[in-house]
Structures are given as structure tokens and as C-alpha cells.
């Protein structure tokens, strides 16, 4: 979307995934970071405030499923003139005010990653749109950018799928982690690209395989949202008692967050990494 449209600066929260400023540069725009809130992942409006112009582009993220302060946020670009993109990566099923997240900008996208509510192996997602201009110019970026995955293509990102699925098992996980992580002393596999040559999850369309498993999780959304609902009260009533922990607190959401995210107050790092050990 980024590439359909002619603004050159793109407000992100300073608390992002590197996919997001990944796309930025590829789409040769350049980057402005907004602090985050005190209490929690999303941008903090006073940061932004005075910032925006007619050749910006603000990124609202819904980090974790927790709703940004959309109203306050929409106001302020409404009065500046720029465009407004939600990334609702993490949110399907969230609302605020009773209005679904991803509905409120331009445009919205959201994501099929393995860690996101609505999953399929590998990576995949979807646009939506309020803006018919830029839905036509997206549609055309796809169709001349984007082709089917060859049939070898396919199947390996089959196979990885499957290698994906099989390592969640109990006994086979803990391997996996000591052997992708542990034994080099990382807690993360993440890195920023060296050059801004697209990759095989840039090139291709969602396969046929992908498509299915997502079709039908869409079929049984509202036990998936019930599920995920069950799974929040169980960590909110066990965690409750606990001190020196900071629980986030969903804004203006009917729906629960797609993550629980802890906060700890007063405790030094020392502590934190000797208990990682």
C-alpha cells in the first residue's frame, strides 16, 4: 500500500515489528518513530501531536490486539491531511467503540502470521479498504508484482509448514529452541535485511493450501475469539495476586486482545536475566 501511495513520510510507533519498518524502506519512504504510551505498546498522541502534515502517512498499530486511542489519533491526521493506514496485524476480531479495528483509516491489513489469531503456515495476510483509489492502485501493484508460486515453490513452503507444525509439539519444541536459540545464546531469530531485494514471501500469492486453512478457521471465528477469551480470564485471575507485575488494560475493546502482555515494576534487570538464567 505504502508503494500506492505518493506521501513520503510514515509515522510508526517506536514499539513496532521489523516487518513494518521493513516495508517502509522498501517502499523507499522514509521513517519517522512516534514514542509509545507509558502504559502501554501503542503511539503516544502527545508525541505525535504538531507532527503530521499533508505528505505523511500515519501508521495506527494495535499492538498485541490492544486498541490504539483511534478517535484521538483520526482527529489529529483528519486535521493535518494525511493518510491514515491501520495495522491491525494483531486485532482481527478487536473493536473500538463497537467499530471493528482495520475499519477506521484509508486502509487496513492485517496478518496470517503462525503468531496471530487467524494463522497459516508461513506468512500470508489481507487489505481492506475505505478508499477506492488506493484499492485500485493496490490491486494493480498485486497483479503486476505478485504471481502464483511455481509447484517446487509451493511445496516447500508446504514442507515448512509442516516442519512448522510438528515442532509445536511438547517433546519436539524444546529441541527445536535449544538448537535454533539456547546453544547460541539468542532469545530471538530476528534481523534486518542487508539489501532491499525482495524475498519469496514478497514475490507470491497465498497458495491454495494457506487459503484453506484460513478459510476455515474464518468458519469457526467466534470459538476461536470465545477460546481466546477463556485464555485471558484464566491469566487474569491467576496473575492477580502478584506483585510488582503491571497488567495492561484493553481500551474501549468488546472483544479481548490477541496477546497478554506483562509489565514489571521495580525489578532490575539483573533479576530478570538470572531468572531467564
Not at 62 to 73: S, T, W
Not at 152 to 181: A, D, Q, R
Amino acid at each position: 500500500m505504502l508503494s500506492c501511495l505518493k506521501e513520503q513520510k510514515v509515522f510508526i510507533p517506536a514499539y513496532t515489528c521489523k516487518a513494518v519498518v521493513e516495508a517502509v524502506k522498501l517502499a523507499g519512504k522514509s521513517l519517522e518513530f512516534v514514542e509509545i504510551e507509558d502504559d502501554g505498546f501503542n503511539v503516544d498522541c502527545e508525541d505525535l501531536r504538531g507532527r503530521l502534515d499533508s505528505d505523511s502517512v500515519l501508521l495506527i498499530t494495535h499492538q498485541f490486539g490492544f486498541c490504539a486511542k483511534v478517535d484521538q489519533l483520526m482527529e489529529m491526521a483528519f486535521e493535518a491531511g494525511a493518510v491514515v493506514l491501520e495495522d491491525a496485524a494483531a486485532s482481527f476480531g478487536s473493536k473500538f467503540q463497537a467499530r471493528l479495528t482495520g475499519t477506521f483509516g484509508q486502509a487496513g491489513f492485517f496478518s496470517f502470521d503462525s503468531t496471530k489469531r487467524l494463522n497459516a503456515p508461513l506468512k500470508g495476510g489481507f487489505l481492506i479498504f475505505n478508499d477506492e483509489d488506493l484499492y485500485n492502485k493496490a490491486k494493480s501493484y498485486i497483479e503486476e508484482n505478485l504471481s502464483e508460486a511455481p509447484f517446487l515453490k509451493k511445496l516447500y513452503f508446504f514442507f515448512l509448514g509442516l516442519c512448522l507444525c510438528i515442532i509445536n509439539y511438547k517433546i519436539l519444541y524444546p529441541i527445536f529452541h535449544w538448537f535454533k536459540f539456547k546453544r547460541k545464546n539468542h532469545f530471538t531469530d530476528e534481523s534486518f535485511p542487508s539489501s532491499n531485494e525482495l524475498n519469496h514471501f514478497y514475490k507470491y500469492k497465498l497458495t491454495e493450501f494457506q487459503a484453506n486453512i484460513i478459510i476455515k478457521q474464518l468458519d469457526n471465528i467466534d470459538l476461536i475469539l470465545k477460546r481466546n477469551k477463556q485464555i485471558w480470564d484464566s491469566y487474569s485471575l491467576g496473575l492477580k495476586n502478584l506483585h510488582n507485575i503491571i497488567r495492561l488494560r484493553p481500551l474501549g475493546l468488546t472483544k479481548c486482545p490477541f496477546a497478554f502482555p506483562l509489565g514489571f515494576r521495580a525489578i532490575s534487570f539483573c533479576f530478570i536475566r538470572n531468572a531467564l538464567g
